[in-house]
């Protein structure tokens, strides 16, 4: 007897690599970026992988930064931080870009010294390193979470939440150095 198909089945979707290759990683061999991308194991294949996994952070974004913004804004220390220095309003922009630049996939000497900007503004705003990594967790969380119901494929899942996972550590150790 035919197991009768149910109507909201969806195939699981493979997402493949990009067939549009361009240079995405632009990084001097001998430089500790390169090295630190090295010792994560973030290759080239990952940058691909990112492009194609981008469409779905972008329907996603105002999930994510509002998840962000509404855990920071419970913390009193944090919320006054924001308040003394911006708005939350303008914050959700600065991140929605922010997190969408991670996944275009490009890694050049412009994306290293625009993150070393950033990290120098939370420097002058008093923000603790516990704070930071705790705020990279609260994205990560988000990024899985969207993984996780999406209709990919077993493997797909697996390699972007590994990929994400990797793209989280390395913009912390940019930050934090
Ligand atoms: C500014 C990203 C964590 C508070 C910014 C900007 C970006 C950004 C892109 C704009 C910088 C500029 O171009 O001027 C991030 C990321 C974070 C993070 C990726 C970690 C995952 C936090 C946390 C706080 C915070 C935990 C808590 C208070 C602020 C404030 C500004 C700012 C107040 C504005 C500073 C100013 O304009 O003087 N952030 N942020 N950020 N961030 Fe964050």
């Known amino acids: 007897r035919r197991i009768s198909k149910n109507p909201n089945y969806e195939e699981p979707k ?4 990009n067939s549009q290759q361009e240079n995405l ?3 001097s061999r001998d430089s500790d970026v390169y090295a630190q991308l090295k010792l994560i194991h973030l290759t080239e294949e990952d940058l691909n992988l990112l492009t194609c996994i981008k469409p779905y952070i ?4 105002e999930e994510i930064v509002d998840t962000f913004y509404d855990a920071l804004s419970s913390i009193p220390q944090l919320k006054s931080i924001i308040n003394q220095h911006s708005t939350v309003e303008r914050l959700k922009k600065t991140l929605s870009v922010h997190i ?3 996944f275009s996939g490009k890694i050049n000497e412009e994306f290293i010294q625009k993150r070393m900007r950033i990290a120098q503004v939370h420097l002058k705003i ?3 390193p ?4 705790g705020a990279f967790q609260n994205i990560l969380n988000s990024i899985i979470n969207i993984i996780n119901r999406s209709n990919w494929s077993k493997e797909s899942i697996e390699k972007a939440t590994v990929l ?4 989280i550590n390395f913009e912390t150790q940019i930050v934090l150095e």
């Open 25 to 27: 990683l632009e990084i």
């Open 130 to 133: 516990k704070w930071y990594i």
């Open 14 to 17: 493979w997402i493949g690599v």
């Open 58 to 61: 972008e329907k996603s974004i």
């Open 126 to 128: 008093g923000l603790l």
């Open 100 to 102: 969408l630049e991670m």
């Open 164 to 167: 994400s996972i990797k793209l």
